[in-house]
């Protein structure tokens, strides 16, 4: 634990330290919860974003995106179900004062089985070497077998308490697990309270006449109420989808992880409308795809996992979660939900507009089913960026920090550095910067010594270095230095262009979820 305590807080100060994450509002000591992303962070994001629409909307000819407002009528709320049922269970620990999330304090009581077993496996690997089989290990070693019996156990019955509003069942659990507040220690708890999740505005000039608004909790309510304007306006034919990227706010109850969990995020949402009956099918549809989105990156196979949702929220036929091993363990990163018919018919329902879909090939009209893809761009921001951040122990005994993002998403493609800064290098590496800005991300550094210069972009993240030398004002040749593997290149300035696109290319990228 104390290893990845200090993992994450070594993720945090390398975020603020290199210009990616900063807390918002800094200089009145932060707001809970808000970050902003400094000059590389918005690019990371910027680059994750499109990552993403490129791969949704651009890759699938049934799929258009969307841009709807933050703003929404306050029906939208009450027919999606959130102003009653969008709330998280909490609980206080009378001493320390703290609040948690009663759900969270459970599963995170779970993790740590789950650590264990964990750890057993690692133990059998080294003591079975090549012969070891994971899978048999897992089913027949007693110990394991009732850890994960004792997990199952823990969360169907948390689900099931949370299913039926049985509050108290929660606050039963909590006991009977003798789950203490990680800050205190203490097992001195309240009762467990529903507290509802969505920040509430005003709109319009006068007390009087003044609507309630709420800031939307998700950007998927936007798609829905636009589900028809978007349908006859592209003539989309079922089925199709609508995604979008864009602010969401939630008032959490605890949001003590960096960017995990903030008040104020960003989603990448799409709504794919399907016909009733075909839903079990696109919904295993969605889920590999989604997952071969995350491998395209590179980030390991073994870092992702799949988690079905004991617990349906009030929408949802069948949910799962791409969960991410995150600094502090295995945690969600995306949904994929099953939500029926609900959303449209509730906003039919409301509105008392049709919300139809004429299917000729049926002949008929129905309200379809949707099935959901929704991540958050800052929770994939993290996992992009606490991945990418290693320390390397070097040949000569040193050790380097390198971040090592996917060279597709890197903020700087390349940095140029004239070896000294006389005898017209420095102007010969301006010169290759201003061919080479009309297709990347570069920038110019000339400040200490060339490995010094490395070290910094290493820690930055770009993927390659460009070394500007005396032979180079006679042969038009440069050094290019790649930042995973530090190996060095003698090339022509002229075949530059093409050395970077190859890494960097967002389609070579986008072909590996083929
Ligand atoms: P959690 O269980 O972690 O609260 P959720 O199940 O409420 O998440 P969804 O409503 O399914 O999340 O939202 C879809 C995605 O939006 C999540 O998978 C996550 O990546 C992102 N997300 C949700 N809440 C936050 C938040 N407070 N901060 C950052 N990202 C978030």
Redesign the pocket.
Known sequence: MAKQEDDFKKVISHAKEYGYVFQSSEIYDGLSAVYDYAQNGAELKKNIREYWWRAMVQLNDNIVGLDAAIFMHPTTWKASGHVDAFSDPLIDNKDSKKRYRADVLVEDYVAKIEGKIEKEVKKATKRFGEAFDKEQFLSTNQRVVDYQEKATTILKRLGKSLENEDLADVKKLIEELEIACPMSGSKNWTDVKQFNLMFGTKLGASTETAMDLYLRP?TAQGIFVNFLNVQKTSRMKIPFGIAQTGKAF?N?IV?RQF?????E?E?MEMQFFIKPGSQKEWYEHWKAHRLRWHLSLGMGEDNYRFHDHEKLAHYADAAA?IEFRFPFGFK????IHSRTDFDLSKHQEFSGKKLQYFDTDENKNYVPYVVET???L??MFLAVFSNSLQEEELENGTTRTVLKLPAVLAPTKAAVFPLVKKDGLPELAHEIIDDLKWDFNVLYDQKDAVGRRYRRQDANGTPFCITVDHQSLEDKTVTIRHRDTMEQQRVAISELKAIIHKEVDMKSWLMKMK
């Open positions: 998700e939630r959490e949001a960017i995990f969990r903030m008040r995020f989603q979660d969600e990163l995306e949904g929704s991540i958050g800052d929770r």
